[in-house]
């Protein structure tokens, strides 16, 4: 059963709102083991969208079109898709009660162009709308492709995706199997190393099947499994994650699609109740401000420093203005300094320090990019760990705190 | 000319990420008068990319493709497209001196994956990436479609569009008539209210438009004039323009897709040599983070302190424990004091605070969104103003940032 998702719309097209709902729909489709191949947006053009659906009935089974199912002139699809299927417009007595209920209720005059939502190809299986006026159709076709419509407004599309349509391929026995997938988050490990030692797996993959993407300072690898039901996808899963984790446990934080390494590692400080502070140079309170964002932190959070000038560091921190002048600023003492300052000032259990060149110029005669994360630990020695990130100031900064939270990581799972 | 878009990725078709590159692509296109008729989505598979680039090329004269040009084994767009095209890849002298001196300053061992990211195609002009090591591609066919390739990660992309494919197609003449457009940035003014203000102007617009965009904490309008050449392009924006600032120029702060209220602001403060600071608490660094991110800040910008805790706003600002006892932490009182202690303690010529309450829970009996942001200029007697923020943690505290800044871009129209 594969399948192509056809987006009708100009503003869709142009760019000035985003496909969310073809994102939508593909997802709850590969959920029941329907095959999304291709998706397509074409806009408010008739004669550009019928070439779109001879193109998609060519190489798909079913093909799902979303938008222009609305009141107003270039809403066509209904009409196209049902001409092009040799299929009059009929009726849908339920949506046209529902309309004319609307008008009475409210005292409207209602326009001929209202009435048009509540046509439905014949033969079609109508899908209701029940954040709005356009019925959906559900066209099953043994001669070719089948066909889907669904309306464009992402509240109505999503509630008729929901409750109307994947219940309806569900009892057509539109699905062969049930897919479920996990996502699995590392940090501190590049894609293509994490690739690399998963070679064999990732090449023989079949079922699951692992994607890995590479995001901001992570990479994450989406195992996907299908099976008869829930229960053997998991068993399937878990076997291969069992896998992953022995070769590359030690870079693994967490799973979740939404989940994030500043939620993990606050998490795990407010479960073992130990406090944090930072003290920051170049990320000028990135850290923080990320740590801040996760709610229950001021459990754990007391506050820190913004030392972004050196007379900063010397006149928050009392760091000794010896070290800055004869170590240097961006150096392993002057973070070093920085963490166990901020760990004594502030009373914590751990501190992080960030020093380093943000950029775009050098700084005493390091470049952009060079920086130094101290970490104090408890009765630990302080230490200091040298990083080289590219990729502009924004990036620089933004890796920077993703490195300090994997700092604390790492302790966490040592002590 | 008429312009497709292709986006390559299993992850894009299965609706785990949208396609926003797309989206922001076609924007681009239509104001250099370049119409993009259809967009497709396909995943990582080299037969049915393939089918898709024949369809692309049967009906359209450019076709972009986004994505599969990284260095893992399913990044396979360059590959299929030289082939489809009949040449060979090469390696880009450039791009591969970039990754080797990435691999030498980190001592990383790169693998042979990484040097795919250099290869181009013969004949193709090379679209450096600014924020990652795969290279772009434009290649100008006489004998039938164009292509484009860029790369699928959103920085990677949007930078090479904006830099690199832009200027190159409008070099080529790929412009038929000339789009321009200016960026009227507004803060402190709902969408609504401003829309309602210029209505007459939106209503009776033909050359230039006007396009009312409503982003975080503050509303964009977008101006177009399209023209036969730039000049004449210009004179029509700017008569709208000064339309606009004659009736809402008290919220306008600036121009431009990519110019920010930090970025005004701090460059203001530099340019009037005022230095600035901040004692945060709900927002925990995210103001002085921020105001970090815009290039050359440290000239005004000492450092300042995060007070999550009410002890830490005791201890680092010394603020009486009565005040805060007395009045509540999240009170016209502890902004001002707060304020106050920040601009005395790093002798600065502004400081800025922020207390309230971020969410989800109430505090002090105030509901979650109620801040406190607290001015402290020069001699003057400082103040703070009282915020009611929704939509959640995130938000209540971007949006506290953004009240900020505009503090400060009053204090300094007025001075």
Same mark, same amino acid.
């Given at each position: 059963? %594969?399948?192509?998702?056809? &987006? @009708? /719309?100009?503003?869709? *097209?142009?760019? =000035?709102? #985003? ?109 209701? %709308?029940?954040?709005?006026? &356009? @019925? /959906?159709?559900?066209? *099953?076709?043994? =001669?070719? #492709? ?270």
């Amino acid at each position: 059963m %594969n399948a192509e998702i056809v &987006a @009708v /719309g100009t503003e869709l *097209l142009l760019g =000035q709102i #985003a496909n969310t709902n073809g994102a939508y729909l593909a997802q709850k489709l590969a959920e029941i083991g329907v095959n999304v191949y291709y998706q397509t947006v074409v806009g408010d053009n008739p004669k550009r969208l019928e070439g779109v659906l001879k193109v998609a009935e060519s190489r798909s089974d079913l093909v799902l079109t979303i938008g222009g199912l609305g009141p107003t002139e270039d809403d066509l699809t209904k009409q196209i898709v049902a001409r092009h299927l040799g299929e009059p417009l009929v009726t849908d007595q339920a949506a046209k009660t529902k309309i004319d209920e609307y008008a009475a209720r409210t005292g409207k005059n209602l326009t001929p162009n209202n009435a048009k939502q509540a046509l439905k190809i014949q033969h079609a299986i109508s899908l209701t %709308n029940h954040n709005g006026f &356009a @019925v /959906g159709d559900l066209y *099953l076709n043994q =001669q070719g #492709a089948s066909y889907v419509l669904l309306p464009g407004p992402p509240a109505e599309c999503l509630m008729m995706i929901d409750r109307e349509l994947i219940p309806q391929l569900k009892k057509q026995g539109h699905q062969n199997h049930v897919f479920s997938s996990r996502v699995m988050r590392f940090i501190g490990i590049g894609e293509s190393k994490l690739v690399d030692d998963l070679s064999d797996l990732i090449d023989h993959q079949t079922n699951p099947t692992i994607a890995p993407y590479a995001k901001m300072a992570e990479v994450t690898l989406r195992v996907t499994a299908s099976a008869v039901d829930e229960d053997h996808a998991e068993t399937l899963i878990q076997g291969v994650v069992n896998q992953i984790l022995a070769r590359d446990g030690q870079y693994f934080y967490g799973y979740g699609d939404d989940n994030s390494l500043a939620d993990v590692v606050v998490n795990q400080l407010i479960e073992r109740q130990l406090s944090v502070t930072a003290a920051e140079s170049l990320t000028a309170g990135e850290f923080q401000s990320t740590i801040g964002n996760v709610p229950g932190v001021s459990a754990v959070f007391p506050g820190g420093f913004v030392t972004y000038a050196n007379q900063a560091k010397h006149h928050l921190l009392s760091i000794p203005q010896t070290v800055i002048d004869n170590q240097g600023v961006v150096s392993e003492a002057t973070a070093i300094w920085m963490a166990k300052q901020a760990k004594a000032k502030m009373k914590t259990d751990i501190a992080v320090s960030f020093t380093g060149v943000a950029g775009p110029d050098e700084l005493e005669g390091q470049p952009a990019g060079t920086v130094w994360i101290g970490i104090a630990y408890r009765d630990e020695e302080p230490k200091a760990y040298l990083y080289h990130f590219t990729n502009g100031r924004q990036q620089v900064r933004a890796r920077s705190v993703m490195a300090g939270l994997d700092l604390i990581r790492q302790k966490l799972t040592v002590h």
